[in-house]
């Protein structure tokens, strides 16, 4: 149980574009979800944080106009890159976590399999 | 702020020998989790162990064991007999322990290559 997908795995595309990725809880309503950035050989860095129905908390440095976060159901969060430039190339991943999930779970974020965003 | 150290960059080790990965955290909370996951080239984060701060307990699990001293803030984890399937990134992290506040403070990783 507790299976997070996320679409696309990767996308191409051109600068100045913008990109939409999706973060899916499949088998659990996700309450909150986390989108993480990690560039290569680096740490996850929390971007942002969004809860069902509410306006997302953004990482301090993070620009809340150009990655716009978009949870308006309890499965499904969304992240949409604006105006992508190349130095957003990187790797995407989110986490989904629910206070209603097994009590020896509860806390626990589950990640998904992460989306690659090459900027040419 | 909350902070996690893993000191060690990369480690090479032989197959079969026995690896422990260091991580030491800082908080200023009582209650929080501290989480081992693996990163394989592939990209896709796979949870290790969450451990509660309440609970000091050493833990195994296969070749896998955690020690978790509260005294020196460190949570280390130890592969034994390692093999080249544990190649990959380890990350330590830290999250605070109310609902709503779970996001997670990960350290550098400590990327491991087993040398068959």
Sequence with gaps: ??????????VICKSGTSVKIECRSLDFQATTMFWYRQFPKQSLMLMATSNEGSKAT??????????????ASL??????????????????????????????TSY?????PGTRLTVT | AQ???QAQTEISVVEKEDVTLDCVYETRDTTYYLF?????????????????????QNE?????????QKSTSSFNFTITASQVVDSAVYFCAL????????????????????IP
């Design chain 1, 1 to 10: 149980g507790a299976v997070v997908s996320q679409h696309p795995s990767w």
């Design chain 1, 58 to 71: 953004y990482e301090q440095g993070v620009e809340k106009d150009k990655f716009l976060i978009n949870h």
């Design chain 1, 75 to 104: 499965t499904l969060s969304t992240l949409t890159v604006t105006s992508a430039h190349p130095e957003d190339s990187s790797f995407y991943i989110c986490s989904a976590s629910s206070p209603f999930t097994r009590l020896d």
């Design chain 1, 108 to 112: 626990e974020q589950y990640f998904g």
């Design chain 2, 3 to 5: 902070k996690v150290t």
């Design chain 2, 36 to 56: 081992w996951y693996k990163q394989p080239p592939s990209g896709e984060l796979v949870f290790l162990i969450r451990r509660n701060s309440f609970d000091e």
């Design chain 2, 60 to 68: 195994i699990s296969g070749r896998y064991s955690w020690n978790f």
């Design chain 2, 95 to 114: 999250s605070e322990a109310s609902f709503g506040n779970e996001k997670l403070t990960f350290g550098t990783g400590t990327r491991l290559t087993i």
